[in-house]
């Protein structure tokens, strides 16, 4: 066995170091705990600080008037409690008094009851609480009762309307939401989102210092600024009611419309059905998302025959066809391609003027009246093209609301077009566009040929700048406005189903019909191919007094027509009887007076100069 190696020296030694160390320590921690004691506690409060940023109250969205609410911010309450520590007679003294105060029954009151056994700190028992019932409980709390329980205020975005069909607030997807972070979606609400927001408030909070004393304002924020819309508030009711009315009858995909005042832009309503209750975003969010998409903005198609009066303000401008030239219609044209041009019925209607090719709706016209635009096919095409550039065709509007799309627009300077891509664009296929694309065409075209920036909000730097008096850019001269307005009272005028559908007495009204196959690529085995009898139709146009004080847009999508022969796509409410319907809304809910020498009944009006 081996020696001790140990020796009691050697412990002693031991032992007065670690007693040395250990001294040096209680010292220093004496120094930190005594002499830096201040410096510790502030170091301490420094990281232990918390900040916090207060939303702000988000501002009120108001009607044209500015009395009528839209969109407003309301508080609800959130119900929490402290449950630790409670007994079991204190918890059913409170779960008791809570059941009553929120008339609670069946299944709401049982998941309350189960929360109330719970042993959390922070438990959530009711939310979106009326600000009345919240009230009751914040006075029997003043007089002791529920000692556990805490009210939180909690912003809800509330749209007060009811739309104009069933389950539905109204301008739903004009307006959009706010979702649950308190963030705008969509609509106004997304365009204008950091106008409303405004700025919240950044508090530091430091939890050693009790009350008042421990917050520090960092910010102070400022509310959300209030915006009044251009929108009336009657007249978006009923458009919604036509909108809606008209889906049903036509079983229709969508219907949408649009009334705008040509002279500054100005939306006065807008509607597309189906749509959604905003109040309800969660559940549309759930079932159906694609609701939040306004089609007016979003909705790009092929648009047909409106595009002829494109086509005629292109052979204004240039010179090269007049209103009153006489133009060969063949009913079927072949070009050297081998293509075919053919009118909707395939009928010659011999030599007809110009304003009545626009009016009968003429394929084959319209196509030859674009191919003298230009010398050649390409130039020709240039020429068209840059009409459809100046009146904004396949380009963003500007309107002030969220997800705007450009449409889709081909530039023969990039892809040339071919003879047939030429006449097809001169009655408006082979290019889609948004209503509110078309809208601000058929607006400029009315409004003296002067550009105008559609908009919502009054409140809006586009307003101000599109308001009558601004300066702005000539599209095309007034006299050849007053011709193309002229030749829309030509074609509701001129042909008896027109004139028939659109009459409204003692108001002069001017639009143009169009009626367009739809491509569905994934037909003919992914080859793609037309639909079979089912069709976009649409009516742009204008009423008035005496001359255009609001354009109006119809687009009826995806219609089957009830009665298909050559020629004739009848369907209950046709796009032309939509227009009539919200035109007359327009002219009374806007009091716009009858005019005592306006056009006589169809059968014996006249048609207004062509200018």
Do not use: C
Not at 446 to 474: L, M, Y
Not at 506 to 534: H, V
């Amino acid at each position: 066995m081996l020696g001790r190696t140990d020796s009691r020296g050697r412990i002693l030694l031991l032992f007065l170091v670690l007693t040395l160390l250990s001294g040096g320590m209680v010292m220093r921690l004496a120094y930190w705990q005594v002499n830096q004691r201040e410096q510790l506690t502030a170091m301490a409060g420094g990281t232990t600080t918390m900040r916090e940023s207060l939303p702000a109250k988000r501002g009120t969205i108001y009607d044209r008037t500015g009395t009528i609410v839209l969109a407003e911010t309301i508080y609800r309450y959130r119900v929490v409690a402290d449950l630790h520590g409670m007994t079991q007679t204190q918890r059913q003294r409170d779960t008791a008094a809570l059941v009553d105060y929120l008339g609670l029954t069946g299944d709401p009151e049982a998941a309350l009851r189960k929360a109330m056994t719970g042993d959390g700190y922070y438990v959530i028992l009711a939310s979106n609480v009326d600000p009345d019932v919240a009230g009751e409980i914040a006075q029997g709390q003043a007089a002791g009762a529920l000692p556990s329980v805490t009210l939180e205020p909690t912003p809800v975005r509330e749209y007060p309307q009811a739309g104009g069909a069933p389950r539905t607030s109204l301008a739903a997807q004009l307006l959009g939401f706010v979702n649950a972070a308190g963030a705008g979606q969509y609509g106004l609400e997304q365009q204008y989102d950091a106008l409303l927001a405004g700025r919240p408030e950044v508090v530091e909070v430091d939890p050693n210092k009790p009350g008042p004393a421990g917050t520090t304002v960092v910010d102070p924020g400022s509310p959300g600024e209030d915006i009044r819309t251009t929108i009336d508030v009657g007249l978006q009711l009923q458009v919604e009611q036509e909108v809606f009315s008209t889906w049903i009858a036509d079983k229709a995909k969508t219907v949408s419309a649009v009334v705008m005042d040509p002279k500054s832009g100005a939306i006065l309503a807008e509607a597309s059905y189906p749509s959604y209750d905003a109040n309800a975003y969660t559940r549309v969010a759930a079932q159906n998302p694609g609701l939040f998409m306004d089609p007016i903005i979003t909705e790009v198609y092929e648009p047909g025959s409106v595009f002829k009066m494109l086509t005629a303000s292109a052979a204004l401008k240039t010179k090269t066809t007049a209103l009153t030239t006489k133009i060969n219609d063949f009913g079927v044209m072949k070009l050297p391609g081998g293509q075919e041009i053919a009118d909707a019925n395939r009928k010659s209607m011999g030599w007809m003027t110009f304003a009545d090719i626009v009016a009968w709706s003429r394929n084959v016209g319209a196509s030859q009246v674009a191919f003298r635009l230009g010398k050649t096919v390409a130039s020709a095409s240039a020429t068209l093209y840059d009409t459809w550039q100046s009146y904004g065709i396949g380009q963003k509007t500007g309107v002030d609301l969220a997800g705007e799309v450009s449409g889709i627009v081909r530039d023969p300077a990039s892809e040339p077009w071919s003879q047939i891509d030429l006449a097809n664009a001169s009655f408006g296929q082979g290019v889609a566009v948004t209503p509110i694309q078309l809208m601000r065409a058929y607006s400029e075209m009315a409004n003296g040929g002067t550009v105008v920036t559609p908009h919502v909000a009054e409140t809006n730097a586009v307003s101000a700048a599109s308001s009558p008096g601004a300066a702005s850019r000539q599209i095309v001269s007034s006299s050849i406005s007053n011709s193309l307005t002229g030749l829309m009272t030509h074609v509701v005028t001129a042909v008896p189903s027109y004139a028939q559908s659109t009459y409204i007495p003692g108001y002069f009204i001017g639009g143009k019909t169009g009626t367009a196959q739809i491509w569905d690529p994934t037909l003919n085995n992914g080859k793609g191919d037309w639909m079979s009898d089912i069709y976009n139709y649409s009516f742009y146009g204008w009423i008035g007094h005496s001359s255009p004080d609001v354009t109006i847009g119809a687009v009826i999508y995806q219609g089957k027509p009830t009665k298909v022969s050559q020629g004739v796509l009848a369907m209950p409410v046709q796009s032309t009887e939509l227009f009539r319907r919200i035109a007359t809304d327009a002219v009374t809910g806007l009091q716009i007076p009858p005019n005592k020498d306006g056009p006589a009944p169809p059968g014996g009006q006249k048609a207004k100069s062509l200018g």
